[in-house]
């Protein structure tokens, strides 16, 4: 299947064969379509052109197209359908995890209706217990359907078992040993299996050392638990110890992906979950929080600057390096607190102490200023600036890149000790306080010099 790239003269040729109901023309393209690529189109199709759409896809592809549609896409399409039809044509269809995200889209009463028309009862259960659980926990993210054998089995009956469950389990990346009780033991090896006598059993063959994680760790520590010790899955276990499911790389990657967007969004200054296709109403409530707080720090910082209205009337000559300031101050801070922000949620912290943290961020901004400061001197003094003016530009930038950088690094370690999202921290929030204070540092060190050199 060659890669797919949504083109308008695509979109106006389909809606055109859609509009003449041309029902064997619209199935051979989509049969060469990707579900991720039908969902894709959805976005460009109304209502009716999508139904349309539905009724010519088979049930297993309608099921993968419904799990890569947008959350909202996806919502509005589904109320659009009888219960009935969603549980027997998409439910039926999904992995226990996607089926519970589904679900979970619905109000309570839509839920239990849906619920009511799976037709097995198993695997109604499976997903009212994932709905149980948070969405960003371990178990908000599993999936019911695994390969598990018990330890006590002969090779012969693991072997038939694994057929029997194989059916439910879309990939197979692992297969579970388990006691009696369901509590997880260990990992079996298909190739040590395969070449073992059988009259061997699963106990004398498995691995013992298993990572696992439990139900109510954060998506979060699954992702991180994944990527250190690089697993294509991850078993899930209660507080007894018992296996009660699995979480899947690709999972974890959606799980990467949406809180990347997340950081993204915050750190921009955005808040709330919103794509660009949601409402003007929707984007502006989104956008506006963070652009008051920015309006509020640059009224405050104009207050601090007109503090100094008398010393700038004298000598003016201090207002030509005061963007100069503020923008050094902003890069600095965004620089430090965005590589606090990453190593707190890759969790590459390690042992280090906040303390020790600030210590070296206070290395990397000594350096820094000292180098800066140093080219900020030479160049006012290649041009013949006065000594007060080199004097507070040179000491100016050597104060505002340390504070900058120490304050950039230890907003996000206290947001974080606070249980707050520290991404927050690169977002205007830090910008504008950097700006105020480096401001006030500017101008506090220019009245110094100039009072004591002029």
């Known amino acids: 299947m060659a890669n797919f790239e949504l083109t308008r003269e695509f979109v106006d040729e389909l809606k055109l064969l859609i509009e003449n109901q041309d029902n064997e023309s619209v199935s051979r393209v989509l049969e060469e379509l990707h579900p991720a690529d039908i969902a894709e189109l959805y976005e460009e199709l109304n209502m009716d052109e999508a139904k349309y759409i539905y009724f010519l896809l088979d049930d297993d592809k309608a099921a993968d197209m419904i799990i890569e549609l947008d959350e909202n896409d996806r919502l509005k399409f589904l109320k659009a359908l009888p219960s009935e039809v969603i549980a027997r044509r998409f439910i039926d269809k999904m992995d226990s995890d996607d089926a519970a995200d ?9 839920q239990q209706e849906v619920l009511s028309y799976i037709e097995d009862v198993n695997v109604a259960g499976d997903i009212v217990d994932l709905l149980n659980y948070d969405e960003d926990s371990a178990g908000g993210l599993m999936a019911k359907e695994l390969i598990k054998v018990k330890e006590n089995w002969s090779i012969p009956t693991c072997l038939r078992s694994m057929r029997q469950q194989a059916v439910n389990v879309d990939e197979v990346y692992y297969v579970y040993v388990v006691d009696n009780n369901g509590v997880l033991k260990g990992t079996l090896s298909l190739k040590k ?9 699963v106990k004398d063959i498995y691995y013992s050392d298993v990572i696992s994680v439990g139900v109510d760790a954060t998506s979060e520590e699954v992702s991180n638990i994944m990527t250190k010790y690089d697993l294509v899955a991850l078993p899930v276990v209660d507080p007894v110890g018992r296996l009660v499911g699995r ?3 690709d999972d974890v990657m959606d799980v990467m992906r949406e809180e990347a967007e997340k950081d993204y969004a915050l750190a921009s200054g955005i808040t709330g979950d ?23 720090g640059g009224l405050f910082g104009s207050r601090v600057v007109g503090s100094f209205e008398g010393v700038l009337d004298i000598y003016p000559q201090l207002a030509f390096f005061m963007p100069l300031i503020a923008a050094m101050g902003g890069n600095v801070g965004i620089q430090s607190s965005a590589i606090v922000v990453q190593s707190i949620a890759a969790g590459t912290m390690g042992l280090d102490s906040p303390f020790r943290r600030l210590f070296k961020e206070f290395s990397v901004a000594f350096l820094n200023a000292s180098v800066l ?3 900020a001197f030479a160049y006012n003094y290649l041009i013949g600036s006065p000594d007060a ?17 120490l304050f950039g690094a230890l907003v996000p370690l206290l947001l974080n000790r606070i249980k707050i999202d520290p991404a927050v921290a690169t977002g205007p929030f830090v910008t504008t306080l950097n700006d105020i204070i480096g401001m006030g540092i500017y101008l506090t060190i220019g009245t110094f010099f100039y009072q004591m050199l002029v």
């Open 102 to 110: 589904v679900i979970s889209e619905f109000d309570t009463e839509r």
């Open 193 to 201: 299996m395969l070449l073992s006598p059988v009259d061997r059993h």
């Open 247 to 249: 979480i899947t790389v």
């Open 274 to 296: 919103v794509e660009s296709s949601d409402s003007v109403w929707l984007l502006t409530r989104a956008r506006i929080p963070w652009l008051l707080i920015g309006l509020l």
């Open 373 to 375: 400061s140093v080219l």
């Open 389 to 405: 003016l080199t004097l507070t530009v040179s000491g100016a930038m050597f104060s505002v890149v340390i504070f900058a950088s």
